[in-house]
């Protein structure tokens, strides 16, 4: 199986910005389809963004775009989440998740797309 171990969350002014990790054991994450996905209390886990390493793409939610960046080391077998501009709504815990990539694109923005996901950390975003 795929460990998954986040860190990098923490307290960030608003306008801020943060790098994510997302550190892979057990198997090498080149052949995965990593996302990166976040809940705030009450509400449903939603898509940050995904890389699909079969497609050679990294694809975005809307509220994002422009202000975060997906990017993965593979020596290192650790994906990283960038983000900048960074908004009291950007506040959530932060989940990087994955899966085996088949090419089916039309399911990656799902959170029940993926096998595999790491603990969460937590990201606040301070007014």
């Known amino acids: 199986q795929v460990q998954l171990v986040e860190s990098g969350g923490g307290l960030v002014q608003a306008g801020g910005s943060l790098r994510l990790s997302c550190a892979a054991s057990?198997?090498?994450?080149?052949?995965?389809?990593m996302g990166w996905f976040r809940q705030a209390p009450g509400k449903e886990r939603e898509l940050v963004g995904y890389?699909?390493?079969?497609?050679?793409?990294?694809t975005y939610a809307d509220f994002v775009k422009g202000r975060s960046t997906i990017s993965r080391d593979n020596a290192k077998n650790t994906v990283f989440l960038q983000m900048s501009s960074l908004k009291p709504e950007d506040t959530a815990v932060y989940y990087c998740?994955?899966?085996?990539?088949?090419?089916?694109?039309?399911?990656?923005?799902?959170?029940?797309?993926?096998?595999?996901w790491g603990q969460g950390t937590q990201v606040t975003v301070s007014s």
């Open positions: 998740a994955a899966t085996l990539d088949y090419g089916n694109s039309g399911r990656y923005h799902a959170p029940q797309a993926y096998d595999y």
């Open positions: 057990g198997r090498t994450i080149s052949t995965y389809v």
């Open positions: 890389n699909s390493w079969r497609g050679d793409s990294t």
